[in-house]
C-alpha cells in the first residue's frame, strides 16, 4: 500500500543534517510499514530494533547514550554490521525503552548526519520527551486517497486525482466511500478487502469484521496495559461511549460529548479529563471544540476544554463498535446517518495536519466545522451527508458573520469547478477542502 506520508520521509532524508525523525500514531496504523517496507526501500541497508518484541535490546542503551557505542552495542547485540553512512536505523517501539526515548537527543546533537528513526503508539505517554530534538510525524489511518491507491483502480485514482465532477465518476467514488465508511482506513483492514476482491461479498465482510473485532480487543487490553495511575475502566467507559454518543442523533450535527451516565458515580468534565486525555494523546479519538458568536483567529484561544465534541479515530472502526452492517451502510438513506460522514471529515482533517478542530453554533444553527486559512480568514464547512443541500445552519452563518467564502460537503457530484465563493464539493473530495482552501499545519 501506499501511503502520502512518504513523501515528508524522503524530504527528511534529503536534508544534509537531520533531527531523528518519530513517528507517532495508534496502534496498528502502519508506521513500521512505512518505515521498514515503504522508506527502507530507499537504503542500502535497515537495521531494525523492536523494543517490544525484543525488549533485551534495551542493554544497547543502558551505559553511554552517546550514539557511537548505541551503535557498537546494537551491532554486539544483533550481529549486524551497520553503517551510519548509508544505513536506515529503526527504533520501533520506543516507549518501551526511556533511554532510547532519551538518546534521540544526543543523536540529534552529536550525528546529525545519521539516519535515525524511532515509531512508537504510546509517545504522548511518556515521562520525559526530547522536545526540539525530533522531526515528529503524526501517522493516522489511511485516507480515503490511500484507500483508491489500495483499490490500484487506476481510472478512479485518476478522475480522483483530477477532481473529476460528472456523474459516472461520482457514482464511482461514492461507492468506494460508501465501501471506506464500513473498512475505515486501517492498513490490515484495508489491504484485506482488497486481497479479497475475488471472494464473495460474505467472506470479504466476515473477514474485515474479524480485523475490526481484534483492533478494539488489542485496544481494550492497552488500556489496563499503558494506563498507569489513570484508571483504565474510565479510560474504557469513554471510548466505548463516543460512538453511541455520536449515533445518538439524526439529521443534525454532532453534539457536546456528554458526560452523565458515561460511569458510575462521574458526571463531570474533571472526572473524565485524564480518560480523554489519555486517549486524545494514544490517537484513540479526535477532538472538536464549538464556538458561538463571532469567531476570530486564532480559534484555539477560544476553546473551552469542559465543552468538547469527541470522535472516533477511525470511520470504520466506528460502524463496527455500532454494529452497522455493511448491507446496511450501503443501503441507507445517509441523510439521517449524518454522523458517520461528519467522522469522516474529521478524519481526513486531522490526517492533513487540522486538529483539533472546531464547530460553531448559534440557538437553532450548528455549523460542523470552522477553519482558518493562510490569511487568518475563517471558512465554515458545513457537512451533508446526503442528497439534501438545504442549508439553514449556513445561511444562518453568513448572515451573522458574513464570511468571504462558504464550503459545503455533501453527498452531491458538487458545484462547478468555477464557483469560487460557496463551493459545493462531494464528501470524498474533503481532503481537497484543506488543501486548496483551508490553512493545514503539516
Known amino acids: 500500500m501506499q501511503r502520502s506520508r512518504i513523501k515528508k520521509l524522503m524530504e527528511w532524508k534529503a536534508k544534509k543534517s537531520r533531527k531523528p525523525l518519530l513517528i507517532d500514531g495508534a496502534r496498528q496504523t502502519g508506521k513500521t510499514y512505512l518505515l521498514q517496507s515503504l522508506f527502507g526501500e530507499s537504503f542500502n541497508h535497515v537495521l531494525r530494533i523492536d523494543f517490544l518484541e525484543s525488549p533485551e535490546m534495551t542493554e544497547a542503551f543502558s551505559g553511554s547514550l552517546a550514539p557511537e557505542n548505541i551503535l557498537s552495542n546494537i551491532e554486539l547485540l544483533t550481529n549486524e554490521v551497520f553503517n551510519p553512512d548509508t544505513d536506515l536505523l529503526i527504533l520501533d517501539e520506543i516507549g518501551e525503552c526511556q533511554r532510547a526515548v532519551t538518546s534521540l537527543k544526543y543523536f540529534a546533537e552529536k550525528a546529525p548526519e545519521m539516519y535515525v528513526a524511532a515509531s512508537g503508539s504510546n509517545i504522548g505517554l511518556l515521562n520525559s520527551f526530547p522536545v526540539g530534538k525530533v522531526e515528529q510525524i503524526n501517522l493516522r489511518p489511511l485516507t480515503f486517497y490511500e484507500f ?17 465532477n460528472s456523474a459516472p465518476a461520482h457514482t464511482k467514488l461514492f461507492d468506494k466511500l460508501t465501501d471506506y465508511y464500513f473498512t475505515g482506513g486501517m492498513p490490515e483492514a484495508v489491504s484485506t478487502w482488497f486481497e479479497l476482491k475475488n ?3 460474505l467472506e ?10 481484534n483492533l478494539i480487543a488489542g485496544y481494550l487490553r492497552d488500556f489496563g496495559k499503558y494506563s498507569g495511575k489513570i484508571d483504565a475502566g474510565l479510560i474504557e467507559s469513554v471510548f466505548r461511549n463516543v460512538p453511541p454518543q455520536l449515533a445518538s442523533v439524526m439529521d443534525e450535527s454532532v453534539k457536546r460529548f456528554k458526560f452523565k451516565g458515561v460511569h458510575q458515580r462521574k458526571s463531570r468534565y474533571g472526572d473524565f479529563e485524564s480518560a480523554i486525555t489519555w486517549l486524545d494523546k494514544c490517537r484513540l479519538i479526535l477532538k472538536n471544540y464549538p464556538t458561538d458568536g463571532m469567531p476570530r483567529s486564532p480559534l484555539a484561544a477560544y476553546q473551552k476544554e469542559n465543552r468538547v465534541k469527541l470522535f472516533l479515530f477511525d470511520v470504520g472502526l466506528l460502524n463496527h463498535m455500532l454494529g452497522s452492517s455493511y448491507k446496511e451502510i450501503k443501503q441507507q438513506n445517509f441523510e439521517y446517518k449524518g454522523y458517520i460522514a461528519e467522522n469522516f471529515v474529521q478524519q481526513e482533517f486531522a490526517a492533513q495536519g487540522l486538529d483539533p478542530t472546531f464547530s460553531w453554533g448559534d ?19 458545513e457537512v451533508k451527508s446526503g442528497k439534501r443541500t438545504r442549508a439553514k445552519s449556513l445561511q444562518s452563518y453568513i448572515t451573522k458573520c458574513q464570511p468571504h467564502k462558504t464550503i459545503k460537503l455533501s453527498g452531491t457530484q458538487g458545484s462547478s469547478p468555477l464557483e469560487k465563493v460557496n463551493i459545493v464539493l462531494p464528501l470524498y473530495y474533503t481532503q481537497y477542502a484543506v488543501s486548496q482552501y483551508l490553512k493545514s499545519s503539516q
Open 199 to 201: 471472494k464473495s461479498i
Open 363 to 381: 440557538a437553532r444553527a450548528e455549523i460542523e466545522f470552522i477553519a482558518t486559512n493562510d490569511e487568518g480568514k475563517i471558512i465554515p464547512i
Open 148 to 164: 483508491l491507491l489500495a483499490s490500484g483502480e487506476a481510472p478512479l485514482i485518476k478522475a480522483f486525482e483530477t477532481q473529476a
Open 204 to 213: 470479504r465482510v466476515e473477514a474485515i469484521e474479524n480485523i475490526h473485532a
